[in-house]
Structure formats: structure tokens, C-alpha cells
């Protein structure tokens, strides 16, 4: 029988990181929707402020501290290989960006059809925790009796 040193995280605490994260993301948006920027650039500073927002909300928080963001850091929980091991960086930048690219691909669908799916499943896994095998998990390691 395999032991495991952390829980899974839970439907309610990933959700919470993830509004967190995208909230922050959204209301950068929504501030650049009411900004006047130059007519020549006005498309490209509002996509590029947005991009350097959620980059640095969702991604380089994980510099500090693999595995996290600002939303995971806040609901106490992290991601990790499927081994209990601390995820490259590498692997966090593939994740975030394929979270992100196939967010905007199928307009938010992904993270729906995601978010159902890790509710379903016994190992709580989004389909992005399958792809690039990471689980995020609960931060304070469980410590069983026996």
C-alpha cells in the first residue's frame, strides 16, 4: 500500500485560487477597457498589459515559490509532481500558458469542462494536472495515525 504525504486539494479551495488568480487578471482588463491610450496603440498596450498582468499574478510568483500563484499561495494549497516532488519551473510555464492559451481558444469553455471534470474525478486532477502530470494539492502535509 502506497503512502502519501499530502491530501488533494479540494473543488472549493481551487476554485478559490483560481478566481483569485484570473479576478486580479479580469480587473486589469476591465481598467484597461475605461483607459484612453494613443489610437496607434491602443490595441496592443491593452492586450500587453493584460498579458504582463496575468504573467505576473499567475506565473512568476512560482520564481519565489514553485508551484504557486498568488490564488494558491492565499487558499494554502500547491502543485506538485505526481511524485510529491517540487514542479520545475518549466513545467509551470507549460501549464499556465496551456491553461491560458486554451482558455482563450474555446472562450472560457476549457476552464468549465476542466473544473467539472477535477470534481468528478477521485484524484482530483484537471485535465492540465494530466497532461503535464503535476496534482495540486493541500500545502500542509497530512500526517495519518497508526
Not at 99 to 125: E, H, P, Q, W
Amino acid at each position: 500500500m502506497t503512502e502519501h504525504k499530502y491530501l488533494p486539494a479540494n473543488f472549493n479551495d481551487r476554485i478559490h485560487a483560481f478566481s483569485i488568480d484570473y479576478g486580479a487578471v479580469f480587473l486589469i482588463m476591465l481598467i484597461n477597457i475605461f483607459m484612453q491610450y494613443h489610437p496607434d496603440y491602443d490595441f496592443v498596450i491593452r492586450i500587453g498589459l493584460t498579458v504582463v498582468g496575468w504573467y505576473f499574478l499567475n506565473v512568476f510568483p512560482s520564481h519565489i515559490s514553485r508551484g504557486n500563484s498568488l490564488g494558491k499561495k492565499n487558499s494554502d494549497i500547491i502543485v506538485l509532481t505526481e511524485e510529491y516532488e517540487v514542479v520545475s519551473l518549466a513545467t509551470m510555464y507549460c501549464r499556465e500558458f496551456f491553461i491560458l492559451i486554451l482558455s482563450i481558444v474555446t472562450a472560457g469553455l476549457y476552464v468549465i469542462i476542466s473544473f467539472a471534470l477535477l470534481d468528478k474525478r477521485i484524484d482530483k486532477k484537471a485535465i492540465h494536472d494530466v497532461i503535464f502530470k503535476t496534482r495540486v494539492v493541500k500545502k500542509t502535509p497530512f500526517v495519518g495515525k497508526g
